[in-house]
């Protein structure tokens, strides 16, 4: 098995070594070719920050230009009208609409003049809050979401990062009052090369990379008729953030960074106080062809910033291997040395044992009525020489061996064990999935939302195996209502997280953000979960119940249970929990690491090291297999048999370390400001943390589950 297991472990090292990052992305995916001038449609999504867990539609904003409603010419949009979006585009907060920007492969607009944006005080109280808290603007063409190109120090390479800023801070050295400046114009470079095929025969491009370089252009910069800047390469002042207080007689007082039109007096703080501040939105287009970028890689400029890191991915692997090793290492000796010698020696004991009582019955039954027992059969303070050698073979069953007739005695709260199983077994699959279609490229940055869309499909469709596990040990431990059962696992886990995200929705709902998830979504994923999900768990626990039946157990349990003696300080249940999922966390902390940077420092990026990893979570099944093996064989020898529960939590007692890692991250990584984003947070890191505790803790059980009925199967017991 050890074999086994290092070769599978050796192969997907060897896999990741050949396709690190290439791996996740599928050549000649929809891949979309563009004729000579024809019209490439712009769309807009959202906003969102490093800082804050609350996103914003685009459209939504309030110093944004407002669709107008037109027909797009050569496509079949509106402008403003809503896309299709998938369930995961939905949840993770998209909001694609289309645009009134034009584009036109191939042809270059020096300069567009978008609209005219009037917004009021509390309009720009609002700007400045999204300004100051660094919100970036996200914007697609052709599935490609527009960047921000940055180069590196030595101008070797180039990189994307996602999204480009609304505006920008500056804080005055002489004063150290902070003025906020808005990006009114876009300039749009769209990078493309010939189609390949009959396409490019027929001249059509394909864009292999859309950039966004936004700029503040103050109203003090002059205009031409149509509203575009005359130089736009020269900008005299920046457009800033604020209404100066009408102090003159001057019916139309001037300032240089905005135009305002007051409506009496007015304070720049004084939300009741009317005024309006006018922005100019225009925007160019240039059109550059760059055959170095081939189409399937045109997501790698994203990930360039990002390759320093496989060199840790690497350390990561091998300190898991590491540990994995000194843990396969042990197991090894206690599966080969202790208690194989254990059992031989408790089997040839009770040999022995019966040997030496079918000769002290033959030696009774032999003698003659009229004989005498002699001076060793006597009971007068001498032990009969058999019953001495009787004691002297049976003198070894010490330890987990006294066990034998109570660690198979059903435990308490059975009925709750059985449930928490089959959720872990479920999520088991889900992960499962993901990780190995993600590694395969099946899901990549390019399927948008594909990742929380097939994860909800997989855990829905893994109701089965749900519904079959938990049956199992439910009737292993003598269940007889697997109906009821089957209604606890398909309520229980889904239901507590249902309920959780519903309650996290009003306070996102009460922020008008785009991270809230719509009404009708929310009835969607009941509707999945009550109609479809609930009738395959209930179709699972069938057949496990009824079809395949209970795990036999290699001994009987007796009627009485034996006492328990008093335990060592690191046996006990919190004790074992919390060093025993130590060494997992220490498994995981590397690449938990960029996970975390990912999901919550840096949004405007992708987590793309699938392939690292999958060996990591290999590498993690097998040490949290082994960690609870070690730690309940050790509970065993101290002759506690209440190990069902304490399998379970000693399995997924690193998602404990991983929460308090979660606490430790907030407080000294991220700049999360509000109350509600805070929130997020850690309702979302918490239930992250009961996901990986589900999972883990049943690998934990069934591994320990297995360890047990292998080596109480293989004694032999009267």
Not at 549 to 561: D, K, L, N, Q, Y
Not at 587 to 595: A, D, G, N, S, Y
């Amino acid at each position: 098995m050890a074999w086994t297991v290092r070769n599978s472990v050796v192969g997907l090292v060897s896999f990741a070594l050949v396709c690190p990052v290439a791996g996740f992305y599928i050549p000649g995916w929809s891949i979309k070719s563009y004729k000579q001038k024809q019209q490439i449609p712009l769309m807009v999504n959202k906003v969102y920050s490093d800082n804050t867990q609350l996103q914003y539609a685009y459209y939504d904003l309030p110093f944004v230009c407002p669709p107008t409603g037109q027909h797009k010419t050569g496509t079949r949009l509106l402008s403003g009208q809503s896309i299709s979006l998938n369930l995961g585009e939905v949840l993770r907060g998209d909001r694609i609409m289309a645009s009134d920007i034009e584009l036109a492969m191939n042809k270059d607009k020096p300069c567009n003049f978008l609209c005219n944006r009037k917004m009021s005080r509390s309009d720009l109280r609002r700007t400045k809050e999204l300004v100051r808290d660094g919100y970036v603007a996200e914007w697609i063409v052709d599935n490609l979401p527009g960047a921000t190109s940055f180069v590196t120090v030595d101008k070797t390479k180039k990189y994307y990062a996602a999204g480009f800023k609304l505006g920008y801070m500056e804080v005055a050295p002489s004063t150290g009052k902070a003025h906020y400046y808005l990006y009114n114009h876009h300039t749009i470079v769209i990078r493309y090369r010939s189609a390949a095929g009959h396409a490019g025969e027929r001249g059509e491009k394909i864009i292999v990379g859309f950039e966004v370089y936004p700029k503040s252009i103050g109203s003090g910069s002059r205009r031409d008729s149509q509203g575009c800047p005359v130089d736009l390469q020269n900008v005299d002042s920046a457009f800033g953030l604020h209404m100066a207080t009408n102090k003159t007689a001057d019916p139309a007082p001037r300032y240089a960074d905005s135009s305002y039109e007051p409506v009496g007096d007015d304070h720049e703080d004084d939300d009741s106080a009317n005024g309006t501040i006018n922005i100019p939105y225009t925007y160019s287009v240039y059109f550059r062809e760059d055959n170095a970028i081939e189409w399937a890689h045109r997501w790698d400029l994203y990930f360039v910033n990002q390759e320093e890191g496989s060199r840790i991915h690497w350390l990561a692997i091998v300190n898991s291997l590491i540990i994995c090793g000194l843990l396969t290492g042990i197991v090894m000796i206690i599966l080969a040395k202790t208690i194989r010698s254990d059992i031989k020696g408790y089997n040839d004991s009770l040999v022995e044992d019966g040997k030496l009582r079918l000769k002290r019955k033959r030696r009774s039954g032999n003698r003659s009525p009229n004989e005498k027992p002699g001076l060793l059969d006597q009971g007068d303070g001498v032990k009969d020489a058999d019953a001495s050698s009787d004691d002297e073979a049976l003198e070894d069953v010490t330890g987990w061996k006294l066990l034998h007739a109570d660690v198979f005695r059903t435990p308490r709260f059975g009925n709750l064990l059985a449930p928490l199983v089959g959720s872990g077994m479920q999520l088991m699959f889900m992960a499962v999935g993901l990780v190995l279609l993600s590694a395969l490229g099946v899901l990549n940055p390019s399927f948008r939302g594909g990742f929380i869309s097939v994860g909800v499909g997989l855990f829905i469709f893994a109701g089965l195996f749900s519904g079959y596990f938990s049956a199992r040990v439910f009737r292993s431990f003598e269940g007889k209502d697997y109906r009821f059962n089957a209604l606890v696992t398909a309520l229980l886990f889904p239901g507590l997280a249902f309920g959780l995200v519903f309650v996290l929705n009003l306070f996102v709902w009460a922020q008008a953000s785009s991270t809230a998830i719509p009404f009708g979504t929310l009835i969607a994923i009941m509707l999945l979960w009550l109609c479809i999900q609930v009738p395959l768990v209930l179709a699972g626990s069938y057949y496990g119940y009824e079809k395949a039946g209970a795990w036999e157990h290699p001994t009987r349990t007796a009627s009485i249970a034996r006492q328990v003696p008093q335990q060592a300080w690191y046996i006990k249940s919190m004790q074992s929990i919390l060093l025993a999922g130590l060494i997992p966390f220490a498994v995981i902390f590397i690449e938990l690491l960029f996970v975390f940077q990912s999901m919550w420092q840096d949004k405007s990026g992708y987590y793309y090291m699938f392939g690292f990893l999958a060996v990591v979570s290999v590498i993690l099944a097998v040490t949290v297999a082994e960690v609870t093996v070690v730690t309940i064989y050790i509970q065993l020898c101290s002759e506690n048999y209440n190990w069902w529960w304490q399998s379970f939590f000693v399995g997924g007692g690193s998602a404990l370390w991983v929460f308090a890692y979660s606490i430790w991250y907030y407080f000294f990584k991220l700049h999360i400001a509000g109350v509600v984003s805070s929130m997020l947070f850690f309702s979302y890191s918490f239930m992250a943390c009961c996901v990986y505790g589900l999972l883990t803790g049943t690998i934990g059980f069934l591994s320990a589950y297995a360890f047990i009925r292998r080596i109480y199967g293989a004694i032999k017991v009267d």
